[in-house]
T-cell receptor, first 114, second 110 residues
Framework: NAGVTQTPKFRVLKTGQSMTLLCAQD?????MYWYRQDPGMGLRLIHY???????AKGEVPDGYNVSRLKKQNFLLGLESAAPSQTSVYFC?????????????FGPGTRLTVT | GQQVMQIPQYQHVQEGEDFTTYCNSS?????IQWYKQRPGGHPVFLIQ?????EVKKQKRLTFQFGEAKKNSSLHITATQTTDVGTYFC??????????FGTGTKLQVIP
């Protein structure tokens, strides 16, 4: 089991460019999340999905779009990158039907927008 | 909206000293989880608390959930250098939605 993987690990973008971050999990989890982490602000939820074909807004969704066409993949898109989107992005997943709401995190993507 | 605050934001301790981080939610939580993130790494699940007043221990770590289910604490006894990292609490808020606390960064001085 690879767990949760994220692609790419690092990326530098210029303002206005677009990109897609890919999250993949091989644990058959229903729920997948995208967070951003900035110094002193913890992890903030961008968008999440409770199942294939569904998405919902989190705490800081502006400037991002997501898609969950396959259960194992959750894509995060930046249509027109801005310096304020410089951050570390983490994807996480978990499954229902268990007593523990344990989220499994990917290794993160470090994005710099210049 | 839902807010989960943690204090302190940073803590430097001498190796062997104790450490405590506190987590406070603006609303009642159905459960609370704790995660540890090593420098340069990703958050890793430590434990979940569900019941009011619940206390759980993992070796030198003691986790507590408040009676009103709005606050929680993590206490580490006799810190070691391996305890270095940022500790986050996270509360289940809304449908399948988790709100993370702001985190406490622990530095242990050998």
């Amino acid at each position: 089991n690879a767990g949760v993987t994220q692609t790419p690990k690092f990326r530098v973008l210029k303002t206005g460019q677009s990109m897609t971050l890919l999250c993949a999990q091989d644990m058959n989890h229903e729920y997948m999340y995208w967070y951003r982490q900035d110094p002193g602000m913890g992890l903030r939820l961008i968008h999440y999905s409770v199942g294939e074909g569904t998405t919902a807004k989190g705490e800081v969704p502006d400037g991002y779009n997501v898609s969950r066409l396959k259960k194992q993949n959750f894509l995060l898109g930046l249509e027109s990158a801005a310096p304020s989107q410089t951050s570390v992005y983490f994807c996480a997943s978990w499954t229902s039907g268990r007593e523990t709401y344990e989220q499994y995190f990917g290794p993160g993507t470090r994005l710099t927008v210049t | 909206g839902q807010q989960v605050m943690q204090i302190p934001q940073y803590q430097h301790v001498q190796e062997g000293e104790d450490f405590t981080t506190y987590c406070n939610s603006s609303t009642t939580l159905s459960n609370i989880q704790w995660y540890k993130q090593r420098p340069g790494g990703h958050p890793v699940f430590l434990i979940q608390l569900v019941k009011s007043g619940e206390v759980k221990k993992q070796k030198r770590l003691t986790f507590q959930f408040g009676e009103a289910k709005k606050n929680s604490s993590l206490h580490i006894t006799a810190t070691q250098t391996t305890d270095v990292g940022t500790y986050f609490c996270a509360g289940l808020t809304g449908y399948q939605k988790v709100t993370f606390g702001t985190g406490t960064k622990l530095q242990v001085i050998p």
